[in-house]
């Protein structure tokens, strides 16, 4: 199992989690819930209580990849698989990204 915090203009929003059987959950935090300020990180992500699944990495954090030949150099200079979007995500979204959101690797469990 692989876990990420997802920031939101630098304040953490939710985590999101790759399991084992490679399948994907989003959730906010309760305190980001609970603030009528907060908003939701997406559209396809409103901000509600539980967990968003999918079988596969959600489109909004997979569209935070790069692509092409910039896809390309970035598995090469990180070892990873092309495949592993997961990965990828993690690697190339830590510290600057498009948009408002940033992911950053917690250890793994």
Sequence with gaps: MRNAK???K???A???TQKDDGSFVF????????????????????????????PHLFPFFYNLLP???NR????KLNRIDEDDHFGLLLSTARYDSIGAV????????
């Excluded at 906010?28 to 609970?34: A, E, M, P, T, V």
């Excluded at 940033?102 to 469990?109: A, G, S």
Aim: aromatic share 10%; glycine share 6%.
């Design 10 to 12: 630098d304040e953490e």
């Design 6 to 8: 997802v920031f939101f």
């Design 14 to 16: 939710g985590i999101l």
């Design 72 to 75: 390309m150099v970035a598995c």
């Design 27 to 54: 959730e906010y935090h309760d305190s980001w819930i609970k603030n009528p300020d907060k908003k939701s990180i997406s559209l396809t992500l409103p901000k509600v209580k539980g967990e968003f699944q999918s």
């Design 102 to 109: 940033r992911i950053v690797k917690l250890p793994e469990t």
């Design 67 to 69: 692509e092409g030949s």
